[in-house]
């Protein structure tokens, strides 16, 4: 009887710990959940355009927000594009003109392909906690699933989204749905995290779908995750311009 | 008679020299002033038809809506299959298919890098079909200062202004930074083969030529356009032909295509062509008289809040439209002004110019009062008098009107040939209109006859106003009249 009190005690403790998470810990959990040092992704974009749907096929290597190299491989006309990102700079090659160019950082905000994405949505990996201050705003249920409902506030200056509202599975500490604000309030985008399964230890899902609010008619992008790897060494040559053209 | 009051005029130079002059100056003037603004104006919609709108052009009914953005996500499919019905549908035009796109032109240094960058307006014209009359309308061989015609799909022409900002030359390759038809980026290598001057302001400023095939390669456009445009085979720009065939086209083919569309709610049939092949050939042949009443008094341009309904889910959004030149570029309010403020400046340079014809007969007529009291004293009658008087005036405003004319058709033609240079005050202009640097003047048929209005008729009735007051005077009267 002592046994059972003392169990029942200590889940009612555990139980009450995990339904009131504070706001950093939940950004805590997600970082725990989506970042890595590193990490190498085999996925392709289904990018549902106005008129037709297209299916593009990428392999990345990203480096915390910094470094990130991206070569497309399928379909055949932009298979062999390879896209380098160092810090705020970006070059991309083509086979097709055979030269490096250097685009202005301002496209890193620009659709890639034509998708809903971004080049920073897709390249950057950087933990929230270190870029946003977050309120809990409450609970919700949605699809018979506990979800916290947080918002975030930039902390730092030049962030693509600087607000962000997500809703958070409890199980998963995961934002299932995401709200991308810019600094007026204007809504950007919405993005929301399907297929989760448990990769390496953690939780991360196989499919983004992506919408950018201000394209007239969006019909959204998906990006599906087939490969992932995390914290994989990655060597420095990787993010060097000469690897463009090889 | 006339032979007798001809020689009389020849002979007697204050009676015939003045007059004549005055009447050669006027019309020549009238002739040239008409001629001129007939051929400015001209000049000035064939420009933006050339550059930009054509006297009509097709495009999706989504792609109208956006088309200040280029989204050429919105192009024509099967562009060769829709010029081939525009052409059967109306013969008097020629069609062709344009691609426009911005973007970035990129140079290279020696190691490939950047050397420099900037903004381009790329227009993929059609330079190779035997049929194309673009380097004709274009007057590419005339303004062409080095280098040649595009040759192969990815020639370009450049501006002097974009060529001079890149400092690029001919035989340069240049790379074209821009977006697909999926608006996914795009790289293209162009190799400049010329270097053009259109003499049209700041229009061209940052302008590339490029064949359409060249354009569609770049832009992953094949078999597509962003626009087709159609010309009078004239190339004169008749607005109320246009405006009646914009009607024709939007009230009948492109809402038979549009419902065809809507209808099959598939996405497989968001194209002109799966739209046109799905009406019967009965159907098509009955089109262009189904305008009913209610429909041609243009609502469908007064109703704009049934473009804010376009939804992506709407297959008609890629149903065909017809934008005639005064719907572009807002130019209708342009065209209805020039044609009424043409018609009234014209209209008053013949009132003012009838006006000193008429004085210049009337003073002529009193300045012979005494003359007119001398024949009558000799016995001539007050109605012969007057009918010489009429006669001589009728001689010396046909000769003048016919020398005038001949004067001013020769000016009107030397500087429609010639055209007079306004360079320096339209390159100032900041003006997103189309204007040439260079005015036309135009030889039109009605400059043959407008010169006689004021040449014959006002010296004519000029010259009865000054003879009607021999009715009224008295013979002793014109006698005094001589004295003084």
Redesign the interface.
């Known amino acids: 009887m002592k046994n059972c009190l003392i169990i029942f005690f200590l889940s009612s403790f555990l139980f009450t710990q995990s339904d009131q998470m504070s706001a950093n810990d939940i950004m805590k959990a997600i970082d725990k959940n989506l970042n890595a040092d590193s990490r190498v992704i085999t996925s392709k974009m289904v990018?549902k355009?106005?008129?037709?749907s297209?299916t593009?096929e990428s392999k990345n290597w990203i480096v915390g927000t910094e470094l990130a190299f991206t070569e497309y491989l399928s379909p055949p006309?932009?298979a062999g594009?390879k896209m380098l990102k160092i810090g705020e700079k970006l070059y991309?090659y083509?086979p097709?003109?055979d030269?490096?160019?250097?685009?202005s950082g301002h496209m890193l905000r620009q659709?890639?392909?034509?998708s809903d994405m971004s080049y920073n949505d897709m390249m950057e990996d950087r933990p929230i906690e270190q870029l946003y201050k977050a309120t809990l705003e409450g609970s919700i249920k949605i699809d018979d699933r506990d979800h916290y409902i947080i918002t975030l506030e930039a902390k730092v200056k030049g962030l693509s989204y600087p607000k962000r509202k997500s809703w958070v599975d409890k199980e998963y500490l995961l934002p299932t749905k995401e709200e991308l604000y810019a600094k007026s309030g204007k809504l950007l985008k919405t993005a929301s995290l399907h297929e989760i399964k448990k990769i390496d230890g953690r939780w991360f899902p196989s499919k983004f779908i992506y919408r950018d609010e201000l394209k007239?008619?969006s019909?959204g992008t998906e990006w599906i995750i087939n490969d992932i790897q995390f914290n994989k060494k990655i060597p420095d040559s990787r993010f060097s311009k000469a690897l463009l053209r090889k | 008679m006339i032979k007798f009051l001809a020689k009389g005029l020849i002979r007697d130079r204050s009676r015939s020299l003045f007059p004549l002059l005055t009447i050669i100056i006027t019309v020549t003037l009238v002739i040239f002033g008409i001629g001129f603004m007939e051929g400015a104006m001209n000049n000035f919609l064939q420009s933006t038809a050339v550059i930009s709108s054509g006297h009509v052009k097709v495009v999706t009914k989504a792609y109208e809506k956006e088309s200040s953005q280029l989204p050429n996500d919105l192009a024509l499919f099967e562009t060769n299959k829709i010029i081939q019905n525009l052409s059967d549908l109306y013969p008097n035009y020629f069609w062709t298919p344009r691609i426009t796109f911005g973007g970035l032109l990129d140079t290279p240094n020696e190691d490939g890098d950047t050397k420099e960058q900037g903004p381009v307006f790329g227009i993929g014209i059609d330079f190779h079909s035997k049929t194309s009359r673009q380097i004709e309308i274009w007057e590419l061989e005339k303004y062409l200062l080095h280098g040649n015609l595009p040759k192969n799909t990815n020639d370009a022409l450049i501006s002097t202004k974009l060529a001079k900002q890149l400092s690029v030359n001919v035989g340069s390759t240049v790379t074209l930074i821009s977006t697909t038809m999926d608006n996914a980026f795009t790289t293209y290598n162009f190799e400049i083969t010329g270097i053009f001057n259109l003499n049209k302001g700041q229009v061209d400023r940052q302008m590339m030529l490029v064949d359409i095939s060249g354009a569609r390669q770049a832009l992953g456009m094949e078999g597509a356009a962003s626009e087709i445009l159609g010309y009078h085979q004239s190339l004169y720009y008749n607005d109320n032909e246009a405006t009646s065939m914009r009607n024709d086209f939007n009230l009948t083919i492109s809402d038979s295509i549009t419902k065809v569309l809507r209808d099959e709610a598939s996405y497989d049939a968001l194209s002109y062509m799966n739209g046109w092949n799905m009406i019967s050939d009965i159907e098509k042949r009955k089109l262009p008289r189904q305008r009913t009443d209610a429909l041609s008094d243009n609502q469908m341009y007064d109703n704009n809040e049934d473009w804010e309904d376009l939804s992506v889910e709407d297959p008609a959004i890629y149903a065909p439209t017809m934008i005639a030149l005064r719907d572009a570029s807002q130019l209708a309010s342009m065209v209805d002004f020039s044609n009424v403020a043409m018609g009234v400046m014209a209209g008053i340079f013949l009132v003012i110019v009838t006006i000193v014809l008429w004085n210049m007969g009337l003073m002529n007529g009193l300045r012979r009062y005494g003359e007119f009291g001398l024949r009558l004293a000799i016995g001539e009658s007050k109605s012969q008098v007057y009918r010489s008087m009429i006669i001589e005036a009728l001689l010396i405003g046909f000769v003048g009107t016919l020398l005038g004319t001949i004067l001013g058709v020769s000016l009107t033609y030397y500087v429609q040939e010639n055209g007079i240079d306004y360079s320096e005050a339209i390159n100032q202009m900041s003006s997103d209109m189309v204007l040439p640097n260079v005015f036309y003047a135009k030889v039109t048929s009605e400059l043959y006859y407008i010169g006689f209005i004021p040449g014959v008729l006002a010296t004519v009735l000029g010259a009865m106003l000054a003879g009607f007051a021999i009715y009224k005077r008295e013979m002793s009267q014109l006698f005094k009249e001589l004295e003084s």
């Open positions: 990018i355009g106005r008129r037709n297209r593009i006309r932009e594009t991309t083509s097709q003109t030269r490096v160019i250097q685009i659709s890639v392909m034509g007239r008619n019909r």
